[in-house]
């Protein structure tokens, strides 16, 4: 079951806290996403990227778009 | 076929390496001389290097006045920063960053009077690098990762260091 809210943050945490850290390079957020696109489909998602610099952000956003436009 | 795109410094370039892919696994020509010549990188290279780094290393940023240098990720991932170290360039000091990793394969050219450091981002980083003259320590500079002059944005706050990076190398 998954709870729809109005906005999906995507981030790496530490395991403690919430840090708001941006996505390492092999995310299984990603892969999250990518299996539950169809329910997740209308629900805005925010990267956060506390930490880290502008390039690995959209390079980590192309990661995200790129898995999700894939067919399989 | 392979790709050559300009970056943001000039002589700096981003080059996107054609690879084949299949249920075996991944083939790529990391280099071709004739090839890349024909694509504007004409440059002979002597020397073939790999750094190993794991995560939360920076390491540089280091360059000299003589070497060009070709540089690959060949497992893992990096943040990869150039900057431009020519004083008498209007560019001095400009610089920008890259995410070179084995998923992407990309590959970027840095001309002498530049600087290259690179951050790791996975576990474990293999920094491959073709140089276009032999390693001499002498004629190294270095620029510490956070010199105020330069504002170089970083994905990491605390970074593991050598001596050499930690103190680093700066002109007043």
Known sequence: MIYISSLLHISENDGRADTHNILLGNAWQVEFLYKNRETLKDIPIALEWHHSALTLAFERFEMISDRLLKKS | ?172
């Not at chain 2, 996107?16 to 010549?37: C, M, Q, S, V």
């Not at chain 2, 690959?72 to 020519?86: K, P, T």
């Not at chain 2, 951050?119 to 510490?144: D, G, V």
Request: contains cysteine; neutral net charge.
């Open chain 2, 1 to 172: 076929m392979v790709e050559v795109c300009k970056t943001e410094l000039e002589g700096v370039l981003l080059i996107k390496p054609a690879f084949f892919k299949d249920h075996r696994g991944e083939y790529i020509e990391l280099y071709n001389e004739k090839l890349y010549k024909s694509k504007g990188v004409d440059i002979d290279f002597v020397e073939d290097d790999i750094s190993v780094a794991k995560k939360n290393v920076i390491k540089g940023i280091h360059g000299d006045a003589l070497t060009w240098k070709l540089i690959s990720c060949l497992h893992g991932e990096f943040y990869l920063v150039v900057i431009n170290y020519d004083e008498q360039s209007r560019g001095f000091g400009r610089w920008q960053s890259f995410v070179l990793s084995e998923a992407n394969k990309q590959q970027v050219l840095v001309p002498p009077k530049h600087g290259n450091g690179h951050l790791c981002l996975s576990e474990k980083s293999i920094f491959h690098y073709k140089q276009s003259a032999y390693y001499e320590p002498s004629r190294q500079f270095t620029i510490r990762w956070n010199d105020p002059r330069f504002n170089i944005e970083w994905p990491v706050n605390n970074p593991i260091l050598s001596e050499r990076d930690r103190l680093g190398h700066i002109v007043q």
